[in-house]
């Protein structure tokens, strides 16, 4: 079945450092790929999303290219900041409604 | 802008009594999922509705859960009995459409944590 494989947290980084979480998907057909951001008791919230083979998503200076070859839609972000101390959730919807989430990764950022 | 609302926010309940989460999704969203969020680890969806109509429940315990959303729009998730392994968080989502593409990208609420004594 589908599924998503997230690199395992804790991810603690000083603050400016360069980020990079792992996502590595199995799924067939063509899915649609996600990533969710979730602070401290609050839900998830997009953070991008790619729709198809070499799309890069962006948003708030993290990015992510959906990269067919090797199945994976890593996270990047040149200069973390403490504010994005957060949960990240990879996740695919395969042609269906029906989301598949990672098991998160958890960042601490520190000052 | 709008958001995904649901109550309470918090609730703490002893096993064997029943409780209920509130969800209301964006306005014009026909689709509204239940998630469950175990600490650790990512939602899993437990229902799907379509409208009034349940598309997907499949990894729902009917035993004890139990999903309406009566006349399309808000929903309640019950539990009853509540159980020790039911402690988690209950995420509510909804999109504008339940196909793919960019028309089911999914809003989450702020969800109900759910703590069983």
């Known amino acids: 079945g589908d599924s998503v494989t997230q690199m395992e947290g804790p991810v603690t980084l000083s603050e400016e450092a360069f980020l990079t979480i792992n996502c590595t998907y199995t799924?067939?057909?063509?899915?649609?790929l996600f990533w969710y951001v979730q602070y401290p008791g609050e839900g998830l919230q997009l953070l991008l999303k790619a729709t198809k083979a070499d799309d890069k998503g962006s948003n708030k200076g993290f990015e992510a290219t959906y990269r067919k070859e090797t199945t994976s839609f890593h996270l990047e972000k040149g200069s973390v900041q403490v504010s994005d101390s957060a949960v990240y959730f990879c996740a695919l919807s395969a042609g269906t409604y029906k989301y598949i989430f990672g098991t998160g990764t958890r960042l601490k950022v520190l000052a | 802008e709008a958001e995904v609302a649901q109550s309470p926010r918090y609730k703490i309940t002893e096993k064997s009594q029943a409780v209920a989460f509130w969800c209301d999704p964006i306005s014009g969203h026909a689709t509204l999922y239940w998630y469950r969020q175990i600490l650790g680890q990512g939602p899993e969806l437990l229902v799907q509705?379509?409208?009034?109509?349940?598309?997907?429940d499949s990894q729902l315990p009917k035993d004890r859960f139990s999903a309406e959303r009566l006349k399309g729009v808000d929903s309640t998730l019950k539990i009853q009995p509540a159980e020790l392994g039911d402690s988690a968080m209950y995420l509510c989502a909804s999109s504008r459409s339940g196909g793919g593409g960019s028309y089911n990208e999914q809003f989450f609420g702020p969800g109900t944590r759910l703590t069983v004594l």
């Open positions: 799924a067939t057909g063509y899915p649609s």
């Open positions: 509705f379509q409208d009034e109509s349940v598309v997907d």
